[in-house]
């Protein structure tokens, strides 16, 4: 395959992360230095900027300015969460001709892959000859393929965190304490909530993921066990747990369940899953007085600044760019650049570019090996496979008499 010489263009697309901004510096750094590239336009809110022409010549960024904004979460960019029609697609290679795009960078996670592939399909319709790439990014850890994600480490790294704190809290003050923890069809940022725990009554005590039917009458008996055996209870639970019917929690409470151009439900943004289930444990209890109290960790999971894995920064920069390295070298007119884990100690990974259909839409789950059989907890194993996207941990001690 002949190499391609134009310019090109990178969206960030989906729920923004720590590291993002890393893949974009790491394409920006990897097509300055590349002959094929003449160009690197970004585009404002992807492919609604692509509609529109709204693009930023990012050549012209100071280096010094890129290596701040490569630590600085969320989506430079600005994001979107779009599905583009065969009528946008159309508009779109109008403006690849006016702007002679023939290099397609799109970061984000299997409903980017999706529109990258849909683009990309286009494409070759009407016979475009351009090279369309997909960079891995999600905290939720789901793209088929790919070991992990970039986003996940650092999002992970925030939850066993915030874990950790809590426990400690709910040992100072004992209670009943549910979290809810991002993660619509795998639970691997929800079982990270496990990282942090050192001695056996540590919490959480239970973890509730999407890939285990929820019941709500085993749920309430199942921290009752846990307050009997410690009186306390710390249980964390994935926004996306649901019933043996496939029916969501979530959309059960919802009068008016909001849905994207994607299909999917919202799900984050709102207190009201752990309000239900901190409702549920209370009127298990018949009227017993009893402490109760639930969270959401929300958006703050993967946008907290100055709190990232260092080891998610590495690879979001490689993967950005692996991207430029791969579209430029003549070998694969598409694809979705993938991670692979070499060795666990030391820890190293590489990449490789699977098709793009690989990644689309669908999404992978938490292995039911990492599961406990009651479905209520994970287990210790999983850490193994954790620890080293998310690095060090803030070490919590107890007092020896204690």
């Not at 720590?18 to 160009?39: D, H, P, T």
């Not at 690849?96 to 529109?115: H, L, P």
């Not at 299909?263 to 209370?282: C, F, M, P, R, T």
């Not at 839409?361 to 999983?382: H, Q, Y």
Request: glycine share 8%; with cysteine; aromatic share 8%.
């Amino acid at each position: 395959m002949a190499k391609l010489v134009g310019n090109a263009v990178i969206g960030q697309s989906g729920g923004p992360t720590c590291v993002i901004n890393q893949s974009l510096v790491g394409v920006i750094e990897a097509a300055k230095k590349s002959k094929e590239i003449k160009k690197l336009l970004g585009a404002r809110h992807a492919v609604k900027g692509i509609l529109k022409a709204d693009f930023i010549d990012l050549f012209k960024e100071p280096k010094d300015v890129l290596e701040r904004v490569a630590q600085t979460p969320s989506s430079a960019l600005g994001s979107v969460r779009m599905k583009p029609t065969h009528e946008d697609c159309l508009k779109i290679f109008e403006v690849f001709k006016k702007f002679d795009i023939r290099y397609f960078f799109y970061v984000g996670g299997n409903d980017s892959a999706e529109t990258t592939h849909i683009i990309n399909e286009m494409a070759r319709e009407e016979a475009y000859e351009f090279r369309a790439f997909h960079i891995p990014k999600t905290i939720d850890n789901d793209l088929k393929i790919n070991d992990h994600c970039p986003g996940f480490g650092s999002a992970a790294k925030f939850v066993a965190s915030a874990f950790i704190g809590d426990n400690l809290d709910n040992r100072s003050l004992p209670g009943i304490k549910i979290n809810i923890v991002m993660g619509r069809h795998a639970g691997f940022l929800t079982a990270a909530s496990i990282l942090g725990r050192r001695s056996k009554d540590d919490g959480p005590h239970l973890v509730y993921v999407p890939e285990v039917s929820f019941s709500e009458e085993r749920f309430v008996a199942d921290v009752k066990a846990v307050v009997e055996k410690y009186g306390r209870c710390v249980v964390a639970a994935s926004e996306g747990i649901h019933f043996a019917n496939g029916q969501t929690v979530a959309e059960k409470m919802a009068k008016t369940a909001e849905v994207d151009t994607h299909g999917n439900v919202q799900l984050s943004g709102s207190g009201a899953l752990g309000d239900y289930l901190a409702e549920l444990v209370k009127r298990g209890y018949q009227g017993q007085k009893v402490r109760v109290r639930a969270d959401t960790f929300g958006y703050l999971q993967r946008s907290f600044p100055g709190f990232y894995s260092e080891a998610d920064a590495r690879e979001a920069r490689q993967v950005g760019r692996d991207a430029v390295k791969y579209a430029t070298s003549g070998e694969y007119p598409s694809g979705s650049v993938a991670i692979k884990r070499a060795s666990n100690k030391p820890y190293r990974i590489s990449t490789f570019v699977t098709a793009l259909r690989n990644v689309a839409k669908e999404t992978t789950c938490l292995p039911a090996k990492f599961i406990v059989p009651a479905g209520n907890n994970i287990k210790d194993s999983f850490k193994a496979y954790c620890a080293p996207l998310v690095g060090e941990l803030p070490v919590a001690e107890r007092l020896k008499g204690w």
